[in-house]
């Protein structure tokens, strides 16, 4: 069986939440920091051996102070952000032990994940070195100019949103960031693409949302409500229900 390691991205900006207590991984969710309900999808998975979490430099000091109990109980790992995703992410691959094989990227603000979806999106990246969880887009898209008139109605025939995890083997992704050359890539999969590695979509679901503004906690609260709540080992982890961080 391989060995999986998960990063967890949470070194954004936020600067869409518009909140001034919390940057949206660590807002109240539920009862608990949004971070932590998706940390808790991977920490007690067997084929999981590390779970490595990236915060923003200018966060890391309160995040420990907060929940560096959390971090300890849990084994997971925390790294520091860089400027854009994708230097973040190198930064959380440098930490991952070097007996891991697949890596999986997930956004720490999308806290609704299903064990089925794991499994499903683990199984295809270990069986074809590349996958991630997508949901086929159903809605008609516009580009719109800067005067905000429609410009064009683009064709929806297959395209798909790109949701996380997503799973690569690690000495793919790892060839990736060496190789690839994209500027800003918004996601893993781009600087894959680029390299000529076929990438595997696996169908994920509309649940599987993405925190962006503080309407989403809302709709996530009653998305959590649907889900299975994971079963993790032992007693609950320190500040499990604690959801305050200012």
Known sequence: MPTFGVILVAAGRSS????????KPFAPLAGRPVWLHSAERFVDRNDV???VVVVAPEDRGAFVEKFGASLAFMGVTLAEGGAQRS??????????HADIDMVAIHD????CLAAAWIDRVFEV???????????PVVGTLKRVGPDDVITDTIDRSGLWEAQTPQVFR????????????????TDEAQLVEAIGQPVTV???????LKITSREDLRLAEQAL????TPKLGGPAHPFANDDMWR
Do not use: H
Request: hydrophobic share 45%.
């Open 87 to 96: 230097d973040s992410v190198r930064n959380g691959l440098e930490k991952l």
């Open 170 to 185: 690690r000495d793919v992704l790892e060839r990736a960031f060496a190789l690839a050359r994209v500027g800003q890539p």
């Open 202 to 208: 696996v169908p994920g679901s509309p649940i599987n």
């Open 49 to 51: 051996k590390q779970v």
């Open 225 to 228: 409500k649907a889900l299975p």
């Open 108 to 111: 720490a603000a999308r806290p």
């Open 125 to 135: 990246g270990a069986r074809t070195g590349a996958a991630i969880l997508a949901i």
């Open 16 to 23: 869409r939440f518009r909140d001034a207590n919390y940057k």
